[in-house]
């Protein structure tokens, strides 16, 4: 799997197309074409081919309407509030009549007035390659979806895992003047020019880029996180934590991400949430298992999401080829197996991990090996051990150091490390004492000299 890439955003691109549009806007009054005196009724128009986007202004910003007409100036459509820039061809209009909040309602028509997708969103954008984004009230949220050109639905943000941002009560739905088609849902951070959006448009350099990407796309903006596919289709808003794109608590087809203070999944091939925010540790999964901790204890959940083991315990190690992973209630270790059944009883002091077959048990202080039956290869008599991290591992017991290998034959290796210690204390003892005594002769013999003179 290749790397995903990052880009730090520092503008909001939006703003560059709302000037673009603008600037595609002609005054029209003595401007107006010779063959088109019509057009000198309106204070703006644009031209389309064989139509016109026409509108009249009465009081800036406060009152004005906006038609689409044929090229002799009859009108095709009623009067509304505004209509956008077509765009394969749709283009995005506010009716007169607003919603309850007094906010313009968004939706398309093509070049003869016909409306295509009726106007119920709260902000839009024009369509690029078949597709747009809308903004909604959802529940306590703003909601974010991609229409295809006929209004069906490709994708909707599931935007109620993310329950600390995008609030419909922390918003504002801001727009330009005369132009309600440029209106958008801002969460300020501190005004007048830093907030966050709900949709990203990125620039052309960028948008290639993610298009190049073969999975998805990691973005920060402002300390979050975004993930976007290279279908330039927004899977998770800018809202993240943290992410994981080194894999080192993600892998078998899932990645982490963090919202808060918990963990959930996303695919790192589509970029769709997977796992909702619900844990609070994990770890790094092992043979299609994915320990996760919830309400203190851990339990297992596979590729999916689905819980495959219950939230039972205090401790737990991944599962190793042996199908076996070391698990602890209350202070008390054991083995399950990845169906959860309990293959060694939680009643050790403590319990490794196996590898090579074989386990490291502890009982009073003492530790001794199983393999996968329950059976002992030793006697529970080391005062020191390791686990099996290869076929061979060192023990201690009697001050005495051995290798042991994975059938329970011992090795002579040494004596212990605490009697080796034991050994340089005594010996940095015995020199002290004869240099004490070296020195004490020496003494003694310059004295003697001294006397005898």
């Given at each position: ?6 880009f ?20 029209a ?5 010779g063959n088109?005196?019509w057009?000198?009724e ?6 389309y ?14 009152s ?12 095709l459509t009623?009067a509304?509030?505004?209509i956008?820039?077509f ?19 968004h ?21 690029r390659d ?14 974010l ?14 935007i109620h895992?993310?329950?600390n ?5 922390d ?7 005369n ?6 849902v801002?969460?300020w951070?501190?005004?007048p ?11 052309r ?14 973005f ?5 996180y975004g993930?976007?596919?290279?279908n330039?289709?927004l ?25 808060g203070?918990?963990?959930?999944y ?46 039972l ?5 991944g ?8 698990v602890?209630?209350?202070g ?15 009643k ?5 991990y196996?590898n ?24 529970i ?10 076929p ?29 210690a034991?050994f ?6 015995i ?15 310059r004295?003697?000299r001294?006397?005898k003179?």
């Open positions: 799997m290749l790397r995903p890439t990052f730090n955003i520092t503008l909001l691109f939006f703003l560059l197309q709302s000037a673009w549009a603008a600037a595609q806007t002609k005054p009054g003595s401007k107006a074409p088109k005196p057009l000198k309106y204070k703006e128009y644009r031209e081919d064989d139509i016109y986007v026409v509108k009249k202004v009465s009081i800036p910003c406060r004005y309407e906006t038609f689409i007409t044929d090229k002799n100036g009859r009108k009623p509304y509030r505004d956008g820039d765009a394969e061809g749709l283009a995005e209009f506010v009716p007169m009549e607003l919603d309850a909040k007094g906010h313009g309602l939706g398309f028509i093509d070049k003869r007035g016909k409306i295509v997708i009726e106007p119920k969103y709260t902000s839009t954008d024009r369509f078949g597709k747009t984004w809308v903004i909604y009230p959802s529940g306590k949220h703003y909601g979806s991609y229409i295809d050109l006929t209004g069906k639905e490709i994708y909707r943000i599931p895992h993310y329950a941002h995008y609030l419909i009560k918003s504002d739905v801001d727009f330009l003047c132009q309600d088609t440029k209106e958008d801002l969460w951070i501190q005004r020019m830093d907030f966050f959006t709900l949709n990203f448009n990125f620039s350099f960028i948008e290639k880029e993610i298009k190049a990407s073969k999975l998805i796309y990691h920060n903006y402002k300390g979050k993930i976007i596919d290279k330039m289709i899977k998770v808003p800018v809202a993240l934590d943290d992410i994981d794109p080194e894999y080192k608590y993600s892998g078998q087809g899932m990645e982490r991400v963090q919202y203070d918990k963990f959930g996303i695919s790192p091939f589509t970029g769709d949430l997977i796992v909702p925010f619900e844990y609070t540790d994990t770890r790094k999964p092992t043979n299609g298992l994915f320990w996760v901790k919830k309400n203190g204890k851990w339990g297992c959940i596979d590729k999916t999401g689905k819980l495959r083991i219950q939230h315990y205090d401790e737990a190690t599962f190793t080829a042996e199908n076996r992973s070391a602890a209630i209350n008390k270790f054991g083995h399950i197996d990845k169906s959860g059944k309990v293959r060694t009883p939680l050790y002091d403590f319990a490794s196996y090579h077959g074989i386990s490291m048990i502890r009982i009073d202080d003492k530790y001794g090996y199983m393999d996968t039956t329950g059976r002992f290869i030793t006697k008599i080391y005062d020191e051990a390791l686990p099996f991290d290869h061979i591992t060192t023990v201690e017991r009697s001050w005495l150091r051995f290798e042991l290998s994975l059938d329970g034959k011992e090795t002579f290796a040494g004596f212990s490390y605490k009697l080796n034991v340089i204390i005594i010996a940095v003892l020199f002290i004492w004869l240099n004490n005594l070296l020195y004490q002769k020496m003494l003694k013999g004295l003697a001294k006397a003179k």
